[in-house]
């Protein structure tokens, strides 16, 4: 009986060459795929913003005690409430709700025409291109909501000043520090949560997304 040599068998075994379990074009279609369902979940969670938004709208346009929040400081700090201002805190609402749906909707036809482009048959490069506009229309979209978010609480600002001017309220030294600090922070808050929120639903999926396109790059880079 001949002797076993493990060592030897090692190296035969070692020397062997490795059979690739996928070519490229099975890992391109793949890699197509996955990203065109990433885009397709981004594009349905905008459509739940979309929805939860109207809602929303939905719910405060039947309810009157929408602005008692708001109002209550104002008068805390010497506002006399009236109809006037009444009506112009309803009017302000309702342009930050219809702005807020038109962005949200904006963005979701963007999403959409983004997904329908994405074809898995399509040129590499192309479809590496169609990705990147993806990213950037995302990041525009959490940018934007951000920037709207700073607008409404500017414009909010602006109107309790303005009532301050109107009614001849002298806020005190100490009233005027506590109301800039309480409004700062609440900006901070708000864009922290919002920054954390989109981090955590659409940062997942981007990074998933990142990860395809760096593997589309490196092939495309290969045929290259």
Not at 150 to 178: C, D, E, K, P, W
Request: aromatic fraction near 14%; glycine fraction near 2%.
């Amino acid at each position: 009986m001949p002797e076993f040599d493990l060592d030897s068998f090692k190296k035969t075994w070692q020397e062997q060459p490795v059979q690739p379990k996928y070519d490229d074009n099975e890992i391109l279609k793949m890699l197509n795929k996955k990203s065109r369902n990433y885009m397709k979940y981004i594009f349905w969670i905008s459509v739940a913003e979309f929805l939860f938004f109207s809602l929303m709208g939905i719910f405060y346009l039947v309810n009157s005690n929408e602005f008692d929040s708001l109002l209550n400081i104002l008068e805390k700090m010497g506002v006399q409430r009236n109809d006037t201002i009444q009506n112009s805190l309803d009017t302000i609402y309702l342009v930050i709700k219809i702005l807020s749906l038109l962005v949200t909707g904006f963005f979701v036809i963007k999403f959409y025409q983004n997904y329908r482009k994405i074809k898995i048959e399509e040129d590499l490069k192309l479809f590496i291109i169609r990705i990147i506009t993806f990213k950037k229309t995302v990041n525009a979209f959490i940018l934007t909501n951000i920037g709207l978010l700073l607008i409404v609480i500017g414009a909010l600002t602006a109107f309790a000043f303005y009532i301050f001017n109107s009614q001849q309220i002298h806020l005190s030294r100490s009233s005027l520090m506590s109301f800039i600090i309480a409004i700062s922070v609440s900006t901070i808050l708000c864009v922290t949560l919002i920054w954390i929120y989109y981090r955590l639903v659409y940062g997942i999926i981007m990074n998933r997304l990142d990860k395809n396109l760096n593997q589309l790059k490196e092939i495309e880079s290969q045929e290259n």
